[in-house]
């Protein structure tokens, strides 16, 4: 039996390094979110600075793992078998759930994760004993500690609120202080700026940061707290006359409290959450040690009070899970994936908008528009004048590429160290993922980069993140109460099968995000675009990004004409289906592309954007026309097949696959023009357009005629009827595709 146990405390361990992998790599946000953004150093210079914060706050982490040991269960109620079924539920949850979100692209807490999976796992093992209990004294209180998940609640709506308005507030001020042309607005106010940034990181670190790491004894904790004001005088003092100096110098100040900041954050991140992913894989291995030395060989005998007691974590285990955290960060893609979903929501500019609209997002940007416009009918107008001469966008200082500038990377790294700091003095649950992501949000709506034009898909992102904080919760818990269901009923051999198949479901996610990646580099072509300041690179990219896009529309038009008729003629329903979904799916993508395309050309040549404008717009209509002809076709097709009316007849199929072949053939005809760039023969492609629209012309002035006899069958003539004028508009539509192509990438 110790042997089987032995084999699941091997597992925790084996689970927690891949819990390491996909736990590093959501969290990674909150430290490199601004760093990034702004574009402070280079990227491999802000993932060894991250990497070197993660590393010193994992190996100098005292390993106090409380939570994991206690803080949810009672451990002195509960056998070794019951914890241990515990303890690997939640780990394979975790593992899961975190990977969900990463490819997702959402950032969410592993604190949120841990804590309710905990709790799931242990409601469900409360019930089973409550409901075994012979004695009928036993209560939830006496299993359970309920007030922990309380906070991690109650830290959602706290972090958001707080971090939002002080974000907002502070970049506001911060903005009316240097402008976005903060460069020529420095002078003495740089020195004042840096010494109070650098000394809010310093008290963030003395705080949050440093305070449970191994070298923190009693001793020195209750030297800073005595002397709290005395430091952070003495450092405010010191950093401001450092950070003048260095103005002076010539050297860029704010890339030095941002490149602080980051590695401030980092170092706290890893020395306060690594409970989230070591915290149960030590707790088990406790858990078996205790019951190998003190057990007697009965598992569901023996009670785990020992938990109770104080851990102290072997510095080997601290060392290795820093080696994995760092090794995760430099290597994991989720990770970027992650970080360019909050970058992608602070952006300055106008770009990509990952999210869709909402109708609360709707709502919110409405009620936000009237309140602002109530709120500028009493502001003078002289103040309103000099505010918005403050607020001059057309000054913004961006580093090649940047989101965003040095300034609100600044704000987003002192105000997040600083607020947590403060919550943590105060004993507020203030969670580190959720503050500094909504401080990012608060300090990009104070910088006006929410624009109209992009405000409610800004929003919609934010409150889809938020809603997927709520949902970690819900789902975390309901997940491990499933599972440790399963595992305590199921015994040995499901529980196994369940660990082995969290893994294969991990490997299996990170094959498909993979897939997915490189499905995604026509997106390589746009950021190249984004980042570029010359117009002739950025007419050149929007060109071949045009070209790539509609190449592979092509192969996808062919794909879907040829399903819908097959499964018309073949009275294929399940064909049918996929092809509606698949046109429904098309029609989100293509109005993302052309938003894209559009960010292009008001990027390029004016006189250039000029000249080509017809021509896209023709292209960019031509393609979403031929959808529209796609989904006219398909749904008559689909509702006559549900219905199982009656197939098409033989001869009118033997008259249409010719049409249809021809078709198809100049589609593809039209994809090697586009995708080879050699539009020579595009005249040849159109005439032998012309020639197809007569031949379908024809045979729907046919079809017509014969529709006047009673004989025919009026539910398929009219379908093959519609498939024929469709058809005829499609090939119109490829005309017009074809000429406008040539117009726009020829000189």
């Not at 699941?8 to 790599?25: R, T």
């Not at 109070?196 to 305070?211: D, E, H, N, P, R």
């Not at 580099?521 to 071949?544: G, I, P, T, Y």
């Not at 008559?636 to 696959?657: T, Y």
Request: charged residues 20%.
């Amino acid at each position: 039996m110790e042997t089987i146990y032995l084999g699941f405390v091997i597992f925790l361990f084996v689970l927690a390094v891949f819990d390491l992998s996909v736990g590093v790599s959501n969290d990674a946000v909150n430290f490199l979110n601004s760093a990034i953004g702004a574009k402070a150093a280079t990227f491999k210079t802000i993932i060894i600075i991250a990497a070197i914060g993660i590393f010193c706050g994992a190996t100098m982490s005292n390993g106090m793992m409380e939570i994991a040991r206690h803080g949810i269960f009672r451990p002195e109620q509960f056998y070794f078998n019951e914890l241990m079924c515990i303890f690997l539920a939640v780990m394979v949850t975790d593992i899961v759930l975190l990977d969900i979100f990463n490819s997702l692209g959402m950032p969410t807490s592993t604190t949120v994760s841990m804590v309710f999976e905990l709790l799931g796992a242990t409601f469900a093992l409360t019930l089973i004993k409550l409901a075994s209990d012979p004695t009928g004294m036993l209560s939830i209180a006496d299993l359970m500690n309920t007030e922990k998940a309380l906070s991690v609640i109650m830290a959602i709506f706290v972090s958001v609120a707080i971090a939002f308005f002080f974000g907002a507030i502070v970049q506001f001020l911060s903005r009316l202080l240097f402008t976005f042309n903060y460069k020529s607005n420095l002078k003495w106010k740089i020195g004042i700026f840096g010494g109070v940034a650098t000394t809010s990181i310093i008290y963030f670190m003395l705080i949050k940061g440093i305070k449970d790491l191994s070298f923190m004894n009693a001793e020195t904790k209750a030297f800073i707290h005595d002397n709290t004001l005395f430091i952070i005088g003495g450092c405010f003092l010191f950093f401001t006359i450092v950070m003048q100096i260095l103005h002076a110098c010539k050297i860029n100040v704010f890339k030095i409290i941002v490149l602080m900041g980051t590695f401030a954050l980092a170092m706290a991140f890893a020395g306060n959450d690594l409970v989230n992913f070591i915290g149960v894989p030590l707790a088990g291995y406790s858990s078996y040690t205790d019951y190998v030395t003190n057990g007697n060989g009965d598992p569901a005998g023996f009670l785990m009070g020992s938990l109770n007691a104080p851990a102290r974590t072997p510095f080997i285990f601290l060392f290795i899970a820093g080696a994995i955290m760092v090794y995760s960060l430099i290597t994991s893609k989720k990770a970027y994936n992650v970080v360019k979903t909050s970058v992608d929501l602070a952006r300055q500019d106008v770009g990509d908008e990952m999210f869709g609209s909402s109708r609360m997002a709707r709502s919110l940007v409405r009620s936000s528009t009237t309140a602002a416009n109530a709120l500028l009918r009493i502001i003078p107008t002289g103040m309103k004048r000099w505010i918005n001469s403050r607020f001059n966008q057309d000054e913004v200082i961006l580093e090649n590429g940047a989101a965003f500038d040095m300034v609100r990377a600044s704000i987003n790294l002192v105000m997040a160290g600083l607020l947590i700091a403060l919550g943590t003095s105060l004993k507020l649950p203030l969670s580190t993922t959720y503050v500094a992501f909504m401080v990012a949000m608060g300090t990009s709506l104070a910088d006006r980069a929410w624009g109209r034009e992009s405000a409610v898909f800004r929003i919609t992102g934010v409150l889809s993140v938020i809603g997927g904080w709520f949902i970690t919760a819900g789902a975390a818990f309901t997940l491990c109460f499933l599972v440790v269901l399963a595992m305590y009923y199921g015994g040995m051999v499901l529980t196994i099968a369940l660990v082995i198949l969290a893994i294969v479901l991990l490997i299996r996610s990170n094959i498909q995000y993979n897939k997915k990646k490189k499905a995604e580099k026509a997106d390589d072509l746009f950021n190249r675009l984004l980042a570029s300041k010359d117009k002739e690179e950025v007419f050149s990219l929007l060109s071949q990004h045009i070209a790539n896009n509609e190449s592979e529309y092509m192969d996808y038009v062919i794909q879907v004409y040829q399903q819908i008729t097959d499964g018309f003629i073949n009275e294929d329903l399940k064909n049918l289906r996929r092809a509606d979904s698949s046109l429904k799916n098309k029609k989100t993508e293509l109005k993302k592309i052309r938003r894209k395309e559009m960010i292009g050309m008001r990027r390029i040549d004016k006189d250039i954007a000029i000249e080509k404008n017809t021509w896209f717009h023709l292209a960019s209509n031509s393609t979403q026309q031929m959808l529209y002809c796609l989904r006219r076709i398909c749904e008559p097709c689909q509702e006559h097949v549900d219905n199982n009316f009656s197939p098409l007849a033989k001869e009118r199929i033997k008259e249409f696959v010719p049409l249809r072949d021809t078709l198809i053939y100049l589609l593809n005809h039209t994809k090697i023009i586009i995708s080879n760039g050699n539009y020579t023969n595009v005249d040849d492609v159109r005439s032998e357009c012309d020639k197809l629209k007569e031949a379908l012309s024809r045979t729907r002035k046919l079809q017509m005629n014969r529709m006047q006899d009673e004989k025919d069958n009026l539910a398929v003539s009219y379908v093959y009827l519609n498939m024929l004028q469709e058809s005829q508009e499609l090939v119109s539509s490829l005309r017009h595709l074809l000429r406008a192509a040539r117009s726009f990438q020829m000189n």
